[in-house]
């Protein structure tokens, strides 16, 4: 539901920390709902999260969205696209206020042709999003929405923060109206 990656965080803070050039890594800080990504639009850098949380969704042509996953403390975004060299695939968007690590392109390529551990973090990386990504889908096939629901609602309280009824049913796959009705026998 929200994922995090402390490995992650703790080797860019320290490439931050001992960088060279400040042009290589800034921090920036997005106030909540404004974007770090924008789907189909170019990613002009790397984000490292580190702190705050942020939502990533896809926009569908028919103009629903659909809540990928909330993503926290130092999880990374723009590195597919930088990969791939491909337009942002969807839209990432601060939830709270969000300061994050934001890496130039060309530092991130030097730092992939030249740091092992830099590699290595991002392997696992995106093996765990190949977990999750499974994990998530069977969990949609085998519980109701309530349970999913539940887990949200639970999820919401710990971090003591407010999701709108709009971002749990894109989160749960479900429209508004049938999230209310899962409200009601929640509640």
């Not at 042009?23 to 990613?43: M, R, Y």
């Amino acid at each position: 539901m929200l994922r995090t990656n402390v490995s992650f965080l703790s080797f860019t803070g320290q490439l931050y920390a001992k960088q060279e050039q400040e042009e290589s890594i800034s921090l920036k800080t997005f106030p909540a709902g404004s974007l770090l990504l924008q789907q189909g639009g170019s990613a002009s850098k790397v984000f490292i999260v580190k702190s705050g949380i942020t939502k990533c969704f896809f926009s569908e042509e028919n103009g629903k969205d659909y809540i990928l996953e909330f993503l926290g403390e130092g999880e990374i975004v723009g590195e597919i696209e930088f990969l791939k060299q491909i337009p942002c695939l969807c839209h990432v968007e601060a939830v709270t206020e969000v300061e994050a690590y934001a890496i130039s392109l060309p530092f991130f390529k030097s730092l992939l042709e030249t740091n092992l551990e830099l590699n290595k973090l991002l392997l696992d990386e995106l093996a765990e999003r190949i977990i999750n990504t499974s994990s998530r889908a069977s969990f949609q096939q085998l519980y109701t929405v309530e349970h999913g629901l539940k887990k949200l609602l639970q999820l919401q309280s710990k971090l003591n923060i407010h999701i709108p009824k709009e971002d749990m049913a894109a989160y749960l796959g479900i429209t508004l109206r049938s999230l209310n009705r899962a409200l009601k026998n929640v509640v």
